[in-house]
């Protein structure tokens, strides 16, 4: 990231350093503001100069253009272009049926995308709708769009901050920037700091930013930038107006088309040539250079392409995974790297209590549970007694309950708090070891009580117990370890031992832990007296109580399956490297700190032009802000690989449009967020995104399957051409019956063939390579196989039924009726690369079986149909005739079988 984010154009040629650099006095004097506001006047006149504070805005396309959309493949043109030469040459009939196909794809494609993209539209907007300023020395309340640079705002805890401030003045004031940072530590505003200029956002706690939430506390603060030139307003306009790169089928199926067209470009010239030189008339050999047209380019292709992306997008919506782009289906499948948020993706962004340590004892007391539902309980270790602990623990969570003001209770069936982030997730463990705060507090009324404030660090309660005053005190340990003469121990309370409490506070920090402690204390206040700090002496340190945002409960098995499918996995987060650490090894992705990588040393890299080689490999990226995870994405992607970017933040948004498909979470997700990505995980399951990968690899695998059977049976046909020509035989098929095999017959199989299911071993094997072809080897040998059978075979029945003497329509009426039965046949060999067609259940797969039993009974329906036997110029053949026919087709299963045999033992014996 350069040193360019930092700054904020707005306010760069009014505060050349930032506003984050000089103090607010300084602020007020750039923008020409003061504590009273701005007049009216002024304010109009700035909202004319700056506009409204307003976000960028995406608007999804119409479904006009969704359909005209669906035309731009490449194999679309191809076949366009086919149409065209059937229209110059007047053959109707051809030019009629590769148009409707055109058409019906098109449809196909339309209504799944549009209706994916209706679903997926729930977009908010990020800032607050009203708002609460001075001017002219008076409070207001406006809309949060006429705001402007120099306006005074005020904020109360629960504001979503609509504006980027340098702060005034504040009391108490927590921001969770985690939407912004991706940190999940609410920060602690202090309006005196002063920053360097190339300071990380995160860092600035003089600053406010646009969509961020007021946890607590009040402030005021000097507008210095809205809309477009927030930070969040050119995240968001940063991938506004950007298109994402190409998808990994689009740019394989690129490929395949332009070889096919080579394929069709070479051979129709070599044809022509022959035929010119044997005294063909042009137009027979513009007819002969649409049926090779016809017999090489896979007509239904684009349907069945189509289905099976749109079958992938059913299944996926069944396993809470909406796609908003069709080829997304395939482009998740294809990934071979995901980068990945921590805040929200792989954490519940909710702090929760993980261990409590007690001074006397060395091993913790583990929590379990996770966020704001008190379902769990409190563990205590081997080593101590459960009756020895209780008093220990009642002392521990009184100390937690009673100076705590957030709120933890019951509502319309489910659990429900507000407050501090801190404070809830001590009401939570304290519940979870059996003491409610209504129950505590009622037993030990509060009597005086000391607010937390950011110079102090603590808070203090002082309450009746058993008719003696007692104080409660929570905080930084560091904080209340100079209060503490004493400190508790099984057996009561001992003297403190300094170097032993600083040690285990240091080690629960270094482990990643969001560190407090607790401590408690008598004093009896005398009449008149005011409860204050000085009274915070002599106290018994009770214990610390570490808390994290835990991991969701789903996070390690998602990423293990990850790995185990070959997908490597990174994890991006805002966070310290010490808590980014902490997860990553709970996770299992990282296993040493020297695998961790931070924003400054990313910085450093971009300068040095060395980055690809910091970034290769690395499964831990701490301290990184926003732009830098597209410096991340964009240098997996110059080292070869299909990126994924799953997360949930607006600070996600610039890597999720950059990606090859980017993920957002549906629930916890912001609007930005799901507005960029390509697919949206509704239940915000890390294990969800794992079944869409599973999905995604069955939808390319259903397309490879598609692509043989429809290559296969045209390189037949080109074959069964190629002989008759060279060997002066008539056009075995005519154009018209040609489009009759691609189109309807294998078109209706080929679409049934789409909706294979799972073979069951998706993600045990490693994703396919960026720069595979869709014609792998295997794929080449088999179609090479498939070919050379089918069109030797058809050329042999077509030149043997010549030789006999009957009509050369009879012939082509018999030829035909072949290539549909070895069409039905082969589809069964389709259903796997390596493994036996008679390993495989017909009834796993009920609409390829009907598909196939009605696409013989539509060509038999042919036959006895009067216009579209004279269209395709067939007739009906005796049944003896087809069974004899059908024992030829046979031969192809038999062949097909015994290549996957020897394949299967060339591989066993490598």
Known sequence: MTDTLTENTQTSTIIPAGPHTVSGEEALEYLHSTHHGLTNQEAAKRLEQYGHNTLPKSEPPGIVSVFLHQFSSPLIYVLAAAALLSIIIEEWSDAGFIMAVLLINAIIGTTQEFSAQRAATALNKLVTTRCRVIREGD?????????????????????????????????????????????????????????????????????????????????KGLVVATAFTTELGRLAEAVLGKQPPKAPLLVRMERFTHRVAMIVGVAALIMAAVSFSRGMPLAEIFLLAVALAVSVIPEGLPVALTVALAVGMNRMAKRHVIIRRLVAVEALGSCTYIVTDKTGTLTVNQLTVRQIV????????????????????????????????????????????????????????????????????????????????????????????????????FTASLNTVDNTQHMY??????????????????????????????????????????????AAGVHTLKPGEVFSEEHLTGLTF????????????????????????GI??????????????????????????????????????????????????????ARVEPYQKLDIVKSLQRDGHFVAVSGDGANDAPALRAAQVGVAMGESGTDVARETADIIITDDNLLSLVAGIEEGRTAYANVRKVIFLLISTGAAELVLFTLALFTGQPLPLLAVQLLWLNLVTNGIQDVALAFEPAEGDELKKPPRSPDESIFNRLMIERVLVSALVIGCLAFLLFQYLLSTGISIEQARNETLLLMVLFENIHVFNCRSETRSAFRHNPLRNPILLIGTAAAQLIHIGAMYTPWIRDVLQIQPVPFMHWLELLGLAMILLIVMETHKVIKSRILNSA
């Not at 209060?483 to 270094?510: F, W, Y």
């Not at 109580?545 to 499918?565: C, F, G, H, K, Y």
């Open 139 to 219: 409070a207001y309340e406006i809309d949060s769009e006429q705001l402007v640079p120099g306006d005074i705002l005020l904020l109360e805890s629960g504001d979503r901050i609509p504006a980027d401030m340098r702060l005034l003045s504040t009391n108490d004031l927590e921001i969770d920037e985690s939407l912004l940072t991706g940190e999940s530590t609410a920060v602690l505003k202090n309006p005196s700091a002063l920053y360097k200029t190339d300071t990380t956002v995160g860092d600035r706690s003089n600053m406010t930013f646009a969509g961020t939430l007021v946890n607590r506390g009040r402030g």
């Open 358 to 457: 007690f001074p006397c004892c060395d091993d913790p007391w583990k929590v379990s549970g996770e966020g704001t539902n008190p379902e769990g309980e409190v563990t205590t270790p081997d080593s101590v007694s459960q009756k020895n602990s209780e008093n220990l623990m009642q002392q521990l969570c009184q100390a937690a309950i009673l100076p705590n003001d957030a709120f933890l209770g019951r509502r319309d069936g489910g659990w429900t708090s507000h407050g501090d982030a801190v404070d809830i997730a001590l009401l939570v463990m304290a519940h979870k070891a059996g003491f409610v705060k209504a129950e505590v507090l009622d037993q030990h009324p509060e009597q005086a009580n000391i607010p937390f404030e950011s110079e102090r660090l």
């Open 542 to 565: 009770i214990g610390f109580v570490a808390m994290i945002d835990p991991l969701r409960s789903e996070a390690r098995e998602a990423i293990t399956l990850s790995l185990n499918a």
């Open 568 to 621: 490597k996995v990174a994890m991006v987060t805002g966070d310290h490297p010490a808590t980014a650490f902490s997860i990553a090894k709970e996770l299992g992705l990282a296993e040493h700190e020297d695998q961790i990588v931070t924003g400054s040393q990313l910085k450093q890299a971009i300068k040095s032009g060395n980055i690809d080689e910091l970034v290769r490999d690395v499964p831990v990226f």
């Open 473 to 518: 005190v929570k905080g930084a340990w560091d904080k209340l370890l100079p209060m503490c003469t004493n400190m508790a121990s099984l057996d009561g309370d001992i003297p403190v031992d300094h170097k032993l409490l600083e040690s285990r506070g240091h080690k629960l920090a270094q482990d990643g832990f969001r560190v407090l402690a607790v």
